[in-house]
């Protein structure tokens, strides 16, 4: 099994930035962590961050064969690209949304997840165990079963 986490804008300043929201660990320590899960798991993983919307529509575009979910945390881009949820629903590899906060008791502009009826499901507002957990959900996704 071949699980693709993707990381929008921003999310390479983690732990540099703003921790009292998005904690102290970086993007780099997530990617550890979730490397140790995936062994553990016995699943392969890809990690990758882009701030750019094309980059991440390009690689959404080029999992189809080449993973079995899509672990997205897509930043800013979650409320306001419908390129994205095009791509999540156009390639229909099962995509798991996931947020380090939890944008429901956030501001009313991240309240809105663009891509989130496109997405199996949703994880927020665990930190950087939201990946772990989106890893571990990773294992049972069932491409035909739809819990909506
Ligand atoms: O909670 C999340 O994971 C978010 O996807 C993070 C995005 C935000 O726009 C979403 O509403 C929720 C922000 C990522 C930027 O991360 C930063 C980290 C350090 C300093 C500044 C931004």
């Known amino acids: 099994m071949k699980i693709l986490f993707l990381n929008g804008p921003n ?4 732990g ?8 102290h660990a970086t993007l780099a320590d997530i990617e550890t962590e979730v490397r140790k899960r995936a062994k553990s798991l016995g699943v392969k ?10 980059e991440l529509v390009d690689w959404i575009q080029e999992a189809k064969g080449n993973f079995d979910v899509i672990v997205l ?32 008791a ?9 891509i989130a009826p496109v997405c199996c499901g949703q994880i927020a507002g665990f930190g950087q165990n939201s990946y772990i957990l989106a890893l571990e959900a990773s294992i049972n996704v069932k491409v035909d079963k739809k819990y909506h």
């Open 45 to 54: 993983v890809d990690f990758r961050q882009s701030n750019l919307e094309g």
């Open 73 to 104: 945390n897509a930043a800013a881009y979650t409320h306001t690209s419908v390129a994205l949820r095009d791509a999540i629903a156009a390639v229909g590899v099962p995509t798991i949304e996931i947020h380090l906060s939890n944008i429901h």
């Open 106 to 114: 956030r501001e009313k502009f991240r309240q809105k997840s663009l």
């Open 16 to 23: 540099k930035r703003e921790p009292d929201v998005y904690g």
């Open 11 to 14: 999310l390479n300043l983690l």
